[in-house]
C-alpha cells in the first residue's frame, strides 16, 4: 500500500520528518524507493533537468503524464505527487481541476501540486473538494520566474514575509495537504511550520520545516549545468559516468570488449557444419 497524505499528517503530528525526491523516470523511481524514500515528487523541474529547457515554463500537461506514468511503474510504496505545469491551473478554477484530474486518471498521481498562495486557494479548494489532495508551493515559485526577475529568495521583507504567513494559511485553509516552502529565509520558514497543521517541505528554507525535498539529479551529482546553494551532493555520478563511458570507448577501440564472456557462440557440431557448407562449392 503507498504512503497516503494521512500519513504525511501523522509524521508531522509525531514529529517525524518528511524526505521527498524529485524523479522522473522509471530507473530512478526504483531506486529511491528500494532506500525507502515515502514521497516522490515528479516535478515540472524535468523541464530543464530532463528535457533540457532554459525554465519550466515550457513544460506541457502531456510532458508531466508521461513522466509520471514512468514514476508510478516503477514504485509501490512511495506516494507520488504531480506538478501542474504553468497554465495548466492559471485560466480557470474548472481548468485547474480538470488538469489536476488528468494526473491522477492518466498519469497514475496519488496528488498534485500547484505554486501560489492566496491567488490559487480558489482552485485549490475546488480541487480539493473534487477528491483530488493539492500539494501547495509557496516563495520561490519557478513557473513566475520571468515576473520575479530570476531565482531569488523571497519573503527577506517584512511585507513580503508576512505575504508568504498569509498565502501558507489561505493554502491551509483551502485544503491543501502540505506545502513546499522553497528558497524562503531558514526562520521565516521555521515560522511558518509552526503554525500551520500541515506539513512544510523545504528547500532552500532551512532546517525547521517538517521534511525536505531535493532533487535527484542534485543529490546524486548528474546535473552539471548549476547546482543550488541549497543543493547537497550525496554522490558524484556524472564524472563516474563520464569515466566510465571513457573507459568502454578505450576497451571498444582496442577490442578489448566484448571479451569471449560477454560474448555467444555456436556448438562445435553446428560451426563444423558451417564450415562443411562454405566451403561446398555454390
Known amino acids: 500500500m503507498r504512503v497516503t497524505i494521512r500519513d504525511l499528517r501523522r509524521m508531522k503530528r509525531d514529529g517525524e520528518k ?35 529547457y532554459d525554465s519550466t515554463v515550457p513544460v ?60 490559487q486557494a480558489p482552485a485549490v479548494n475546488r480541487i480539493v473538494a473534487s477528491g483530488i489532495p493539492v500539494m501547495g508551493h509557496i516563495g520561490l515559485t519557478p513557473q513566475s520566474v520571468n515576473q520575479l526577475g530570476g531565482y531569488r529568495v523571497q519573503g527577506k521583507s517584512l511585507k513580503a514575509a508576512v505575504q508568504l504567513m498569509e498565502d501558507a494559511r489561505a493554502l491551509e485553509e483551502a485544503g491543501a495537504y502540505a506545502i513546499v516552502l522553497e528558497c524562503v529565509p531558514a526562520p521565516l520558514a521555521r515560522m511558518i511550520s509552526e503554525r500551520v497543521a500541515i506539513p512544510t517541505i523545504g528547500i532552500g528554507a ?45 576497451d571498444v577501440q582496442s577490442d578489448r570488449f566484448p571479451t569471449d564472456k560477454e560474448s555467444y557462440t555456436l556448438s562445435r557440431k553446428v560451426l563444423d557444419a558451417l564450415s562443411d557448407h562454405s566451403a561446398s562449392p555454390v
Open 60 to 119: 506541457t500537461m502531456d510532458d508531466m503524464i508521461h513522466h509520471i506514468k514512468t514514476v508510478v511503474r516503477g514504485t509501490e510504496r512511495a506516494h507520488i505527487v504531480g506538478d501542474l505545469p504553468f497554465l495548466s491551473y492559471h485560466t480557470s478554477v474548472f481548468d485547474a481541476l480538470r488538469n489536476a484530474g488528468r494526473l491522477l486518471k492518466e498519469g497514475g498521481a496519488q496528488s498534485v501540486k500547484l505554486e501560489g498562495g492566496q491567488n
Open 18 to 52: 518528511i524526505p521527498m525526491i524529485t524523479a522522473y523516470d522509471y530507473t530512478s523511481a526504483q531506486l529511491v524507493e528500494r532506500a525507502g524514500i515515502p514521497l516522490i515528487l515528479v516535478g515540472d523541474s524535468l523541464g530543464q533537468v530532463v528535457l533540457g
Open 206 to 250: 532551512g532546517v525547521g520545516c517538517d521534511g525536505q525535498v531535493q532533487v535527484f539529479h542534485d543529490l546524486m551529482g548528474l546535473y552539471q549545468d548549476f547546482t543550488p546553494k541549497h543543493a547537497r551532493k550525496y554522490a558524484n555520478l556524472g564524472d563516474a559516468i563520464v569515466s566510465a563511458t571513457s573507459d568502454y570507448i578505450s
